[in-house]
Every structure is written in C-alpha cells, then in structure tokens.
C-alpha cells in the first residue's frame, strides 16, 4: 500500500506557476506533520515547507511569499503552492510524513523551470 502519492509536478517557465499534491493514508495524515522536500543532483534533500496538524507553517527562505503549504483534513491531503516560479526551483519535490516514530516519504515528482 503506497503510504504518500503525488502529483502535480511538470514543466513551467520562468513566472509561472504549479500546485503539488500530497495524499496520504487516512491514519498517517491524522497523526502527522506534512512537509515538502525538494533535492537537485549532487545537493542534499531540503526542506521547502512544512505544515503541522495544527496548520503551524515553516518555509524554507528561499520560497518565502512565493510558496503556500496548506493541508485538506477531509481530503488527507497536503497542497504546495508555487508562485512565481524561477529556475533554481527546479528540482524533484518529495512529500514527507513526520510521525513520532516514524516517516514516510513520497516518490516524488519533478518541477522543471525552464524558459
């Protein structure tokens, strides 16, 4: 059973703009902070935004005022918004689940920024 899917990934230009979707399982998304990740060759995974069960929201200062992470309690599921995309966006966006004991990770879905 695959824990996290997501979506919304894809090819924009410069300006432009993508929402990624996260949907969790039931149990994980009621017990977890939701995050999104995102890596590019030869960098380590960071964090982009994070959102807690109490919609206590973090981003990365890169994203600030361009970026929105928002959860849907009745849906199970976490949404980035990205506005005014640039090209140093460009990564693979990975969708993280932080339980006490526990994470799970997305497979994660590529946001290419490309004029």
């Known amino acids: 059973q695959v824990q996290l899917v997501e979506s919304g990934g894809g090819l924009v230009q410069p300006g432009g703009s993508l929402r990624l979707s996260c949907a969790a399982s039931r149990n994980i998304f009621r017990a977890a902070a939701m995050g999104w990740y995102r890596q590019t060759p030869g960098k380590e995974r960071e964090l982009v935004a994070r959102i807690t069960k109490r919609d206590i929201t973090n981003y990365a200062d890169s994203v600030k005022g361009r970026f929105t992470i928002s959860r849907d309690n009745a849906n199970n599921t976490v949404y980035l918004q990205m506005n005014s995309l640039n090209t140093e966006d460009t990564a693979v966006y990975y969708c993280?689940?932080?339980?006490?004991?526990?994470?799970?990770w997305g497979q994660g879905t590529q946001v290419t920024v490309s004029s």
């Open positions: 993280k689940a932080e339980l006490p004991f526990r994470t799970y």
